[in-house]
Nanobody, 121 residues
Framework: QVQLVESGGGLVQPGGSLRLSCAAS????????MGWHRQAPGKERELVAT???????NHSDSVKGRFTISRDSAKNTVHLQMNSLKSEDTAVYYC???????????????WGQGTQVTVSS
């Protein structure tokens, strides 16, 4: 089994910063893409940012220039540095990883339990 554990959420004032982290553990052969999604109350889950094993990065337009995704492949971790936070960034943030379990196996998608980010004065 594979577990993803997020940390770093909390309450921050508008304009502030937070850094989210996600660590993957378990029976992992390798990890392809890792990423962050978020879901605000009453809204659908949306993509925030992704990073592939090769280092290709994609940020959604709503966070581009404010958020930065990074990855430590040796530690199976992914981070999301969030700067200039706005009230509309308030959501539960979920980590996602596309994990290969064996050297011949397919890729499976795993999700963390989510961490709350609240931007409010």
């Amino acid at each position: 089994q594979v577990q993803l554990v997020e940390s770093g959420g909390g309450l921050v004032q508008p304009g502030g910063s937070l850094r989210l982290s996600c660590a993957a553990s378990g029976s992992i052969f390798s990890i392809d893409a890792m990423g962050w999604h978020r879901q605000a109350p009453g809204k659908e889950r949306e993509l925030v940012a992704t990073i592939t094993s090769g280092g290709s990065i994609n940020h959604s337009d709503s966070v581009k220039g404010r958020f930065t995704i990074s990855r430590d492949s040796a530690k199976n971790t992914v981070h999301l540095q969030m700067n200039s936070l706005k009230s509309e960034d308030t959501a539960v943030y979920y980590c996602n990883a596309h994990v290969v379990l064996t050297n011949t196996g397919p890729t499976f998608s795993y999700w963390g339990q989510g961490t709350q980010v609240t931007v409010s004065s």
